[in-house]
């Protein structure tokens, strides 16, 4: 018996075609297909649309002085120049005489004259306690001092 002659399927005929036909609706697949690039292409020209109405809502940029859009502290602008007045600013503070308090008489002298001021006069210095407690170490010039222990066998 030939393969083409048998008849176990009833729904397909003898020396018909050799493929399911009840099964997929070529005519749904084709408007599917027809659907999917329309929506694809009107997603596109809405997207295209929006971008053109964003673009001409943006205005041209206007070109602003810097210095007057932002408070202190500015960028400065001529870098060598601002440092060159800011180390001569330090040096005359350094090196010259001003009135810190007219007031009080206060002034500011230079600073070699005030390091050798310091140096004829000495840094102040406490007054050193006349007996120290007991069971108290004080420091030495050389160290921390002696243990408590060593501090009274010494006396």
């Known amino acids: 018996m030939d393969d083409t002659t048998k008849h176990d399927n009833p729904q397909r005929p003898a020396g018909g075609p050799g493929h399911e036909t ?4 070529v005519w749904v697949i084709g408007k599917f ?9 009107l997603s596109v020209a809405l997207l295209i649309g929006v971008f053109q109405f964003f673009l001409s809502r943006t205005a041209e940029p206007v070109a602003m002085d810097p210095t007057k ?3 202190n502290p500015q960028l400065e602008q001529n870098e060598p120049k601002d440092l060159q007045e800011f180390r001569d ?9 001003a009135w810190v308090d007219k007031q009080k008489g206060t002034v500011s002298i230079p600073i070699d004259q005030a390091i050798d001021q310091l140096v004829k006069k000495g840094l102040p210095v406490r007054k050193q306690a006349e007996t120290p407690a007991s069971n108290v170490s004080m420091p030495t010039e050389s160290g921390l001092g002696q243990p ?8």
């Open 69 to 71: 859009m932002f408070p």
């Open 33 to 41: 297909a027809i659907a999917l690039v329309a929506i694809t292409l």
């Open 22 to 25: 009840s099964d997929v609706n």
């Open 89 to 97: 600013r330090e040096a005359k503070a350094l090196t010259g005489y």
């Open 148 to 155: 408590p222990a060593a501090h009274e066998e010494s006396k």
